[in-house]
């Protein structure tokens, strides 16, 4: 996709105003969230990584363009614990209530892959030369 220069803009703060939102939800959603499924074994380990994840994308907002990788990472990671959870609901592996959390990884992943995927002008330039 080609943008114009306001397009770019636009589109770098809405990754900005994202990548802050999606942590601070995260963040605010961790302890009640872990105290929730106190009992499951794989709730800490899911945690520590996504608590990593949100402190780096965090991080990350001061400059998006440099961290695309990382922001397309977080997109796709979210998409894959989506489409897993969405696998274990068929054979009732988890509950249905849990079925929030597919659409909400889903929605995520979808907008960070496609914000982070656009190249910047200079990356786009280089690329063109090579």
Not at 6 to 17: C, N, Y
Not at 21 to 31: D, N, P
Not at 66 to 85: D, E, Q, S, T, V
């Amino acid at each position: 996709m080609i943008l114009g220069l306001e397009g770019l803009s636009f589109q770098r703060s809405v990754l900005k105003i994202l990548l802050v939102v999606v942590g601070l939800l995260f963040i605010a959603g961790v302890i009640p969230l872990t105290v929730f499924f106190l009992g499951e074994p794989a709730v800490p380990m899911i945690m520590s990584i996504y608590v990593t994840l949100v402190i780096f994308l965090l991080l990350a907002v001061s400059d998006p363009a440099a961290n695309r990788g990382l922001n397309a990472f977080a997109g796709w990671a979210n998409l894959a614990h989506a489409a897993i959870m969405a696998m274990q609901a068929y054979p009732n592996v988890i509950e249905c209530r849990e079925l929030t959390g597919v659409g909400s990884f889903a929605i995520v992943g979808i907008v960070l892959v496609a914000l982070a995927s656009a190249k910047q002008p200079a990356e786009r330039a280089s690329a063109q030369r090579a």
